[in-house]
């Protein structure tokens, strides 16, 4: 797909026709006993909550139902009135998907702004203002807990964790903002990482290992291991999982002679405790840690020139100072969930403690270097940024519900956070050859906090079951914000400051959601949902400056139509919706007196429309397509001093269309032998990078696209694999970046999707 752009809308244009033509055979209807034969056997497999092993995935003719926790209660796919995407735990574990880069094109709507490994924003519907935006537009939960921080004060928007599949029952991905359920941060929609349960049932276990090789860069290897071990058969069950990798590199440091600067070291575990007393009460704890180690990521990035978008040092090259590239995280997640139904209505309890320690050592000679050397006449003076970032946050959710199956069907919850955040940022100098220090004047020393958050909300929706076939759900969100930010400074480029800023928000966000069942297949839905991300005191405005010490939250309403089916009894399945998103109060950076700040002003909108596809032909074979189109643009001229923008820009990294197509086979072939074949083609459309500070043309990425492909057998308790990731070997760019005080000026630093990767992996169940 190297050749014209043409080519590649057609390609878009022909999957969103050939995704409607399922409507036409919506004509087809089910007389009434095969409606109720179909509900009562939906009703089964949803108190079950059954899900097709990884093994042996399910090889009925018909697709499998799908169980989700959307909207905080178990219930088919199929039925839930809005956009929800889910990928389990077999299609991860083929496509050897490790970061979400790796699946993110299989889902309609969602794309990443992915300035290398742990370092990556999500975006849903087109909501963004740039890779460097300071907070978060898409939520992440894991199971009922939620994940990072809902600040602008660490980093919240691009330290995203990408979990280990190894342990994953499934991910849910919820377009549109879920402001009523889930909260702040939610404006384009969340992503739900939903665990495997402890089995109090029987014993099992399960190892893996797997290596691989990156086109002209290094070899990785990969290792995890799980035990389910029942502690008392049918009471209490303990899950463990744990996980070892090395990510391989290729980008090469001219500078310091080094290859593979952006190799990373991937390790981590979950452990999981499930008491359930009786079939009334259930009581899981579970505890998360991620860790990730590189000497270079923080550096990630090929040096190209803005203009012509061609490496400046060749392919895959780039020069950065000696000492520099330092990138570490640490993730903790410790949670409690306790589950009391008492017939009446069912009582939820979450509690959890997460932590975040970041620390990265990024260098800025590019920056600082033209204007410092001259100054005290250094002929190869390096610079660099020493940033850690620890965060401690606190959440606690009440939830009382009732049962789904009764005419006025209600849910009301309560919720706490606190959050506790230091981010420390010191300039250093030394040698750009070798690292050695060099002492200097203090050039900048900055203590961000501690910023304190801390947030009240009461939430509540109500659901009228009018007839058997329509339903109205209203929903409402009130929330307390109260921030505390401090922060010091001294040294040449910064100056002395010592201030405290205190901020006070009351954001509300709603819902309006009735949905309507031509048959027990056949579903449509209105979905006007609102969402924020909360405000707080400006990071670096000192009082007196005339800069505004606080930034109010900023607000989008989402008016979303859409339909859902099942064709072909049950064989084909299809989801389409057309969206527009008002977007008011966005949060910008603005410049005053050289100090830079948060403001609000910003108007922006998307439309757009998202299209799906699955089908059955026949047994074992799956045939999968998805569509999108999204036009996200300013409404409005940015407000002066802030980044330059003119209404009708388009939104930074959101592609007008993007596409995928899918297929996977499975099949016998002797005995116990049984093996499978897949793969996934796609489509990524040009896009407009990061808006700039100052006036002057916006850097255009071309568009992209990617083919993954794999191959296994599964023999006894043992499967094995071959795959192949971007296959076709593309270079395309995910994110730019300007590294020179020039915004404008050559050179950016470029990240790239990673060249072709060939692999294998076994894994061994018992």
């Known amino acids: 797909m190297s050749g014209s752009p043409y080519i590649r809308r057609r390609l878009c244009t022909a999957v969103a026709l050939g995704l409607l033509g399922p409507l036409c055979?919506?004509?087809?209807?089910?007389?009434?006993?095969?409606?109720?034969?179909?509900?009562?056997?939906?009703?089964?497999?949803?108190?079950?909550?059954?899900?097709?092993?990884?093994?042996?995935?399910?090889?009925?003719?018909?697709?499998?139902?799908?169980?989700?926790?959307?909207?905080?209660?178990?219930?088919?796919?199929?039925?839930?009135?809005?956009?929800?995407?889910?990928?389990?735990?077999?299609?991860?574990?083929?496509?050897?998907?490790?970061?979400?880069?790796?699946?993110?094109?299989?889902?309609?709507?969602?794309?990443?702004?992915?300035?290398?490994?742990?370092?990556?924003?999500?975006?849903?519907?087109?909501?963004?203002?740039?890779?460097?935006?300071?907070?978060?537009?898409?939520?992440?939960?894991?199971?009922?807990?939620?994940?990072?921080?809902?600040?602008?004060?660490?980093?919240?928007?691009?330290?995203?964790?990408?979990?280990?599949?190894?342990?994953?029952?499934r991910i849910e991905v919820l377009r549109g903002p879920q402001g009523t359920l889930y909260g702040s941060n939610t404006l384009g929609g969340l992503i739900k990482f939903v665990t495997t349960p402890p089995d109090a049932t029987q014993a099992s276990a399960r190892i893996g290992f797997s290596t691989s090789s990156v086109d002209g860069g290094g070899s990785g290897y990969g290792a995890h291991a799980t035990v389910n071990l029942p502690l008392i058969t049918d009471k209490l069950a303990l899950r463990v999982n744990v996980y070892d990798r090395d990510d391989p590199g290729y980008i090469n440091n001219i500078t310091t002679g080094k290859s593979q600067i952006d190799e990373a070291k991937v390790s981590g575990a979950r452990t999981q405790l499930l008491w359930t007393p009786n079939d009334k009460v259930s009581v899981r704890f579970s505890a998360l840690a991620q860790n990730l180690n590189s000497n270079g990521l923080a550096n990630q990035g090929i040096d190209i020139n803005p203009a012509t978008l061609q490496p400046?040092?060749?392919?895959?090259?780039?020069?950065?100072?000696?000492?520099?590239?330092?990138?570490?995280?640490?993730?903790?997640?410790?949670?409690?969930?306790?589950?009391?139904?008492?017939?009446w209505a069912k009582l939820i309890s979450t509690t959890s403690y997460g932590t975040l320690r970041?620390?990265?050592?990024?260098?800025?000679?590019?920056?600082?270097?033209?204007?410092?050397?001259?100054?005290?006449?250094?002929?190869?003076?390096?610079?660099?940024?020493?940033?850690?970032?620890?965060?401690?946050?606190v959440t606690q959710e009440l939830r009382l519900q009732s049962p789904a199956d009764q005419t006025w069907e209600w849910r009301a919850g309560l919720f706490f956070t606190h959050e506790h955040t230091t981010d420390n940022q010191s300039i250093l100098s030394f040698d750009a050859s070798t690292g050695v220090p060099i002492a200097l004047p203090t050039l900048g020393v900055i203590g961000e906090g501690p910023a304190i958050f801390r947030e009240w909300a009461g939430y509540g929706d109500l659901t009228w079951h009018a007839t058997s076939q329509l339903s109205i759900l209203v929903g409402a969100r009130y929330s307390n914000d109260y921030t505390s930010y401090t922060q010091t400074s001294n040294g040449l480029l910064i100056g002395n400051t010592d201030f405290t800023i205190l901020g006070r928000d009351h954001p509300v966000t709603y819902l309006f959601n009735p949905s309507y069942k031509f048959s027990d297949d056949v579903m449509a839905y209105i979905r006007v949902?609102?969402?924020?991300?909360?405000?707080?005191?400006?990071?670096?405005?000192?009082?007196?400056?005339?800069?505004?010490?606080?930034?109010?939250?900023?607000?989008?309403?989402?008016?979303?139509?859409?339909?859902?089916?099942?064709?072909?009894?049950?064989?084909?399945?299809?989801?389409?919706?057309?969206?527009?998103?008002?977007?008011?109060?966005?949060?910008?950076?603005?410049?005053?007196?050289?100090?830079?700040?948060?403001?609000?002003?910003?108007?922006?909108?998307?439309?757009?429309?998202?299209?799906?596809?699955?089908?059955?032909?026949?047994?074992?074979?799956?045939?999968?397509?998805?569509?999108?189109?999204?036009?996200?643009?300013?409404?409005?001229?940015?407000?002066?001093?802030?980044?330059?923008?003119?209404?009708?820009?388009?939104?930074?990294?959101v592609p007008k269309w993007s596409a995928n197509l899918g297929a996977d086979y499975d099949f016998p072939i002797s005995g116990d032998w049984s093996g499978f074949v897949g793969g996934n083609f796609s489509y990524t459309?040009?896009?407009?990078?990061?808006?700039?500070?100052?006036?002057?043309?916006?850097?255009?990425?071309?568009?992209?696209?990617?083919?993954?492909?794999?191959?296994?057998?599964?023999?006894?308790?043992?499967?094995?694999?071959?795959?192949?990731?971007?296959?076709?070997?593309?270079?395309?760019?995910?994110?730019?970046?300007?590294?020179?005080?020039?915004?404008?000026?050559?050179?950016?630093q470029a990240t790239y999707q990673t060249p072709r990767t060939i692999g294998m992996s076994a894994s061994l169940d018992f």
């Open 685 to 748: 459309g040009a896009r407009d990078a990061e808006f700039n500070p100052v006036p002057g043309p916006r850097v255009r990425l071309p568009a992209y696209n990617n083919l993954d492909l794999h191959a296994g057998v599964n023999v006894s308790n043992w499967t094995v694999e071959v795959y192949a990731k971007n296959l076709a070997n593309k270079r395309g760019i995910t994110a730019v970046w300007p590294e020179t005080i020039n915004p404008i000026a050559s050179p950016f």
């Open 312 to 343: 400046i040092y060749g392919w895959p090259n780039q020069a950065r100072a000696a000492s520099t590239g330092l990138f570490k995280i640490k993730y903790r997640l410790y949670d409690l969930t306790v589950n009391a139904d008492f017939g």
């Open 529 to 653: 949902a609102s969402g924020f991300r909360p405000g707080g005191p400006n990071v670096g405005v000192p009082p007196g400056l005339g800069a505004p010490l606080t930034f109010d939250p900023d607000k989008l309403v989402n008016y979303e139509v859409g339909l859902k089916s099942l064709m072909l009894d049950k064989r084909m399945s299809f989801e389409g919706d057309v969206f527009y998103i008002d977007w008011s109060k966005v949060q910008l950076t603005t410049t005053v007196g050289g100090i830079s700040f948060l403001g609000n002003g910003g108007k922006a909108t998307s439309k757009g429309a998202e299209l799906s596809w699955t089908y059955r032909p026949l047994r074992g074979l799956t045939l999968s397509a998805n569509t999108t189109y999204t036009k996200a643009e300013l409404a409005a001229n940015t407000p002066s001093g802030s980044i330059y923008g003119l209404k009708g820009d388009p939104l930074p990294y």
């Open 25 to 169: 055979a919506m004509a087809q209807t089910q007389d009434g006993s095969n409606q109720a034969a179909s509900t009562n056997a939906h009703a089964a497999q949803q108190k079950t909550g059954t899900q097709p092993s990884r093994k042996a995935p399910q090889q009925a003719a018909q697709l499998g139902t799908i169980i989700v926790t959307a909207n905080k209660r178990e219930e088919r796919l199929q039925d839930v009135p809005m956009a929800v995407s889910v990928l389990d735990d077999t299609k991860l574990e083929r496509q050897n998907a490790l970061s979400f880069t790796d699946y993110a094109s299989q889902i309609p709507g969602l794309n990443v702004i992915s300035s290398g490994e742990g370092w990556t924003q999500l975006v849903l519907r087109g909501i963004t203002s740039g890779g460097r935006q300071p907070n978060a537009t898409v939520g992440t939960y894991v199971d009922d807990t939620p994940f990072g921080s809902s600040t602008v004060y660490s980093a919240g928007s691009v330290l995203t964790p990408d979990i280990d599949p190894s342990d994953l029952q």
């Open 358 to 393: 970041f620390n990265e050592n990024t260098d800025i000679t590019s920056l600082y270097g033209p204007v410092l050397n001259p100054l005290f006449g250094l002929t190869n003076g390096g610079y660099s940024e020493l940033q850690p970032i620890a965060l401690n946050k």
